[in-house]
């Protein structure tokens, strides 16, 4: 979550819904999974629960246009005439998505784009993420060695320390390269056991992954299907040419193979310090027509079209529509940080 992610949600509590008519720009929201009760929210970050999300949906419909990505050239050159256009979107591709969010927003007509991580779609490995907070949290106290991290992992249970290990366990590991961080998650899935992961796993079916056939299922009733890299990990400035080429190349090869034509692409994580020069570059070349960050922003036609920004719709947050027309007050910041990444 972003700072200002966390400003524009305050300044929403004060904001009333009716604004967005009057002050609103065209802007794209996203959300990850939904599902019925959250067991622990230590591990399932991701998950809207069921009623809030409904909610949710339910202030998109009534105050604002929500609209397939189709639309996105046009509401991109006028944006003063599409000022309630929202484009509503889904990371990372977790099965709830077609159990759960699909018929909340079939109900109610809304048009959504799915990102899908297609190395999780291909094998259902989790997201390394959370492989990673599950380390912190269940592996048995001590001091660990893992592959490519120069400073043992501690975890011990005083007081907060998981979480506290959690988070710099995450930090330590988004600066290795991509094939070092996924050494580094093989190495703690070994000191766990296959059978406490297998125990894991079947514990937190919030983070399974949809398959192949549920994707297609998806795209048969309407959701537009995008890439969100072929493994998620951050394509910041560890990784190297080759590894961007891939990660942008691969998942359009996969859902254009599997579904159909793949035109959009969402970074993993997605914020300042996760996407490189080279890497919207290497996106732009591998031929989509636009790519979204998670940086707050409203939709302009002066921005680079593969760093355009989106909000991220928080877990307990029934009050966006206040806080979507204020959006634009983070376009200088995007637009700075475009800048600093031009070619
Ligand atoms: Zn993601």
């Given at each position: 979550m972003s700072l200002s992610g966390n400003l524009f949600r305050e300044l929403g509590k004060h904001i009333?819904?009716?604004?967005a008519r009057f002050a609103g720009r065209p802007a794209a929201v996203y959300f990850h999974g939904v599902q019925a009760r959250t067991d622990d929210a230590r591990l399932q970050t991701n998950h809207h629960e069921t009623d809030v999300f409904r909610a949710i949906a339910h202030s998109l419909k009534t105050h604002f246009d929500v609209l397939p990505l189709d639309a996105l050239d046009d509401v991109m050159k006028h944006p003063e005439r599409h000022s309630r256009a929202l484009f509503l979107m889904s990371d990372d591709g977790y099965a709830n998505t077609l159990t759960v969010a699909a018929d909340i927003l079939e109900e109610l007509s809304l048009p959504w784009t799915l990102f899908v991580s297609t190395h999780h779609i291909d094998t259902r490995e989790r997201n390394p993420v959370f492989l990673a907070r599950l380390f912190a949290f269940f592996a048995a106290a001590g001091a660990y060695r893992l592959p490519n991290l120069k400073e043992p992992v501690v975890v011990s249970d005083n007081g907060g320390f998981r979480e506290v290990a959690a988070n710099r366990l995450v930090a330590s590991l988004k600066k290795l390269n991509g094939p070092e961080a996924r050494q580094a998650v093989v190495g703690m899935l070994k000191i766990l056991g296959p059978e406490h992961v297998a125990e894991l796993i079947m514990r937190f079916r919030s983070e399974d992954f949809l398959t192949w056939d549920q994707v297609r299922a998806l795209a048969t009733r309407g959701v537009t299907i995008g890439a969100h890299a072929h493994w998620h990990w951050p394509l910041n400035e560890a990784q190297s040419e080759s590894y961007l080429r891939q990660q942008a190349e691969l998942p359009r090869v996969r859902i254009e193979a599997e579904v159909g034509p793949c035109r959009a692409f969402a970074y993993p994580f997605g914020n300042v310090g996760d996407v490189s020069r080279t890497a919207w570059q290497t996106v732009r070349d591998a031929g989509y027509d636009c790519a979204f960050t998670t940086l707050s922003g409203s939709l302009d036609p002066r921005m680079n079209r593969f760093l355009l920004p989106r909000y991220g719709l928080g877990l307990k947050e029934t009050r966006s529509a206040s806080l979507i027309p204020l959006l634009r007050a983070g376009n200088s910041r995007l637009l700075d940080w475009q800048k600093s990444l031009a070619a």
């Amino acid at each position: 979550m972003s700072l200002s992610g966390n400003l524009f949600r305050e300044l929403g509590k004060h904001i009333p819904a009716g604004l967005a008519r009057f002050a609103g720009r065209p802007a794209a929201v996203y959300f990850h999974g939904v599902q019925a009760r959250t067991d622990d929210a230590r591990l399932q970050t991701n998950h809207h629960e069921t009623d809030v999300f409904r909610a949710i949906a339910h202030s998109l419909k009534t105050h604002f246009d929500v609209l397939p990505l189709d639309a996105l050239d046009d509401v991109m050159k006028h944006p003063e005439r599409h000022s309630r256009a929202l484009f509503l979107m889904s990371d990372d591709g977790y099965a709830n998505t077609l159990t759960v969010a699909a018929d909340i927003l079939e109900e109610l007509s809304l048009p959504w784009t799915l990102f899908v991580s297609t190395h999780h779609i291909d094998t259902r490995e989790r997201n390394p993420v959370f492989l990673a907070r599950l380390f912190a949290f269940f592996a048995a106290a001590g001091a660990y060695r893992l592959p490519n991290l120069k400073e043992p992992v501690v975890v011990s249970d005083n007081g907060g320390f998981r979480e506290v290990a959690a988070n710099r366990l995450v930090a330590s590991l988004k600066k290795l390269n991509g094939p070092e961080a996924r050494q580094a998650v093989v190495g703690m899935l070994k000191i766990l056991g296959p059978e406490h992961v297998a125990e894991l796993i079947m514990r937190f079916r919030s983070e399974d992954f949809l398959t192949w056939d549920q994707v297609r299922a998806l795209a048969t009733r309407g959701v537009t299907i995008g890439a969100h890299a072929h493994w998620h990990w951050p394509l910041n400035e560890a990784q190297s040419e080759s590894y961007l080429r891939q990660q942008a190349e691969l998942p359009r090869v996969r859902i254009e193979a599997e579904v159909g034509p793949c035109r959009a692409f969402a970074y993993p994580f997605g914020n300042v310090g996760d996407v490189s020069r080279t890497a919207w570059q290497t996106v732009r070349d591998a031929g989509y027509d636009c790519a979204f960050t998670t940086l707050s922003g409203s939709l302009d036609p002066r921005m680079n079209r593969f760093l355009l920004p989106r909000y991220g719709l928080g877990l307990k947050e029934t009050r966006s529509a206040s806080l979507i027309p204020l959006l634009r007050a983070g376009n200088s910041r995007l637009l700075d940080w475009q800048k600093s990444l031009a070619a």
